[in-house]
């Protein structure tokens, strides 16, 4: 079992900067593809940013190309997601998810793809 647990989260103006840390258990960390998602109120989870375990390829929803960098620590167990130039539009609670390479053939941007997730922090941007 991988327990997940989010950091980071707070109340930042427009243009700030926030870096998100998700902390995982587990002896296997190294071979997890891990992402972030985000939830905004009365919206559907959406997929953020994704770090394969299998040779650390990264991808990107469109909406954060440029301003989102996600990256490991597999020493440290952690993914981190450093957001830069935040909108308001970035408002939601950001969620960590993990799976092993049983799930690689799902695809990495829909929820199911993950067999564990974290409980989420709140990203609040104001205008």
Same mark, same amino acid.
């Given at each position: 079992?991988?327990?997940?647990? &989010?950091?980071?989260?707070?109340?930042?103006?427009? %243009?700030?900067?926030?870096?998100?840390?998700?902390?995982?258990?587990?002896?296997?960390?190294?071979?997890?593809?891990?992402?972030? $998602?985000?939830?905004?109120? %009365? #919206? &559907?989870? &959406? $997929?953020?940013?994704? =770090?394969?375990? =299998?040779?650390?390829?990264?991808?990107?929803?469109?909406?954060?190309?440029?301003? $989102?960098? =996600?990256?490991?620590?597999?020493? #440290?167990?952690?993914? $981190?997601?450093?957001?830069? #130039?935040? #909108?308001? &539009?970035?408002?939601?609670?950001?969620?960590?998810?993990?799976?092993?390479?049983?799930?690689?053939?799902?695809?990495?941007?829909?929820?199911?793809?993950?067999?564990?997730?974290?409980?989420?922090?709140?990203?609040?941007?104001?205008?």
């Amino acid at each position: 079992q991988v327990q997940l647990v &989010e950091s980071g989260g707070g109340l930042v103006q427009a %243009g700030g900067s926030l870096r998100l840390s998700c902390a995982a258990s587990g002896r296997t960390f190294s071979s997890y593809s891990l992402s972030w $998602f985000r939830q905004a109120p %009365g #919206k &559907e989870r &959406e $997929f953020v940013a994704v =770090i394969l375990g =299998i040779g650390g390829t990264t991808y990107y929803v469109e909406s954060v190309k440029g301003r $989102f960098t =996600i990256s490991r620590d597999n020493v #440290k167990n952690t993914v $981190f997601l450093q957001m830069s #130039k935040l #909108k308001p &539009e970035d408002t939601a609670v950001y969620y960590c998810a993990a799976r092993t390479q049983t799930y690689a053939p799902r695809d990495y941007r829909a929820t199911d793809a993950y067999h564990y997730w974290g409980q989420g922090t709140q990203v609040t941007v104001s205008s």
